[in-house]
């Protein structure tokens, strides 16, 4: 059962959005995420969202406007600033720690025939070109975070962290 928008609260939307988003990006920092996974992600997200909103498929409710409306920015933006916050955190410790050895680990050996396998490392490579950032620029926290962050539309509400 749908419940109309109109009987729903501005605060109950924010609450319900803040609830959606960590059940499903729960561990997304070590996700190696491809285009099935992301799809996946935002199917389920906006299912969500559009429960929240109380309305169906069958209102052909364009899912911008639906995000818009809930000040949400799309879940795979927000897995991606997940991502990068992680990698920003290990980067930014002790040359010797183990967490930053373990990202330049090379394992011996010949891979096996056919296509590899995609690597966290990988992601994150490919996260910081669409983004036009260097790996050594983790070390300006302040920088890092401002390039990384996804901003949610409402701000105040605590719901972009």
Known sequence: M??????????????NTTMVRPVILYGAECW????????LLETTEMRMLRRIRGVTLEDKMR???IRK???????????????????????RREPENHLKQMLNLEVPGRRPRGR???RWRDGITRDMKQLHIEA??????SFWRKRTQAAD?????????
């Open 2 to 15: 749908y419940v109309k928008s109109q009987n729903i609260s501005t605060q109950q939307k924010e609450e």
């Open 63 to 65: 899912s911008d406007d």
């Open 69 to 91: 409306e809930l000040g949400v920015c799309p879940i795979g933006e927000k897995a991606r600033e997940s991502r990068l916050r992680w990698f920003g955190h290990v980067m």
């Open 136 to 141: 050594e620029d983790a070390e300006d926290r």
């Open 32 to 39: 190696v995420v491809g285009q099935k996974e992301e799809q």
């Open 153 to 161: 539309l409402n701000l105040g509400t605590g719901a972009s962290r």
């Open 116 to 118: 590899p396998k995609g």
